[in-house]
């Protein structure tokens, strides 16, 4: 499984930005996909996941109502809209996915996609 992520930049606080994760290698049927953050010095935090199987979804109590996690079955890809960015949101966004049960427990997760930065300036 290879995840590739994109669509981190720079923007003002306020602005928004929306992160892809294209996954391949292999079908997502049984699998969770999530987004996670790390700021330097700081462990890696889930932000948003989906279940692949019935779309159930989980956000972070510090991006509900702000960010919102979809997915396209047509193209194995899940994205993270983010709006009303904050400062507090820069970070190093990873997408990650894997046949997880608990989908906040960072260890189920076992495909990992290199990370893409995201600052928001104030």
């Known amino acids: 499984v290879q995840l590739q992520a994109s669509g981190g930049g720079s923007v003002q606080a306020g602005g928004s930005l929306r992160l892809t994760c294209a996954a391949s290698g292999r079908r997502f049927g049984a699998y969770v996909m999530g987004w996670f953050r790390q700021e330097p010095g700081n462990g890696r935090e889930l932000v948003a996941a989906i279940r692949w199987s019935n779309d159930y979804t989980y956000h972070a109590d510090s991006v509900k109502g702000r960010f919102t996690i979809s997915r396209d079955n047509a193209k194995d890809t899940v994205y993270l809209q983010m709006n009303s960015l904050k400062p507090e949101d820069t970070a190093v966004y990873y997408c990650?996915?894997?046949?997880?049960?608990?989908?906040?427990?960072?260890?189920?997760?076992?495909?990992w996609g290199r990370g893409t930065l995201v600052t928001v300036s104030s």
């Open positions: 990650a996915a894997g046949s997880v049960k608990n989908i906040r427990v960072r260890s189920e997760y076992d495909y």
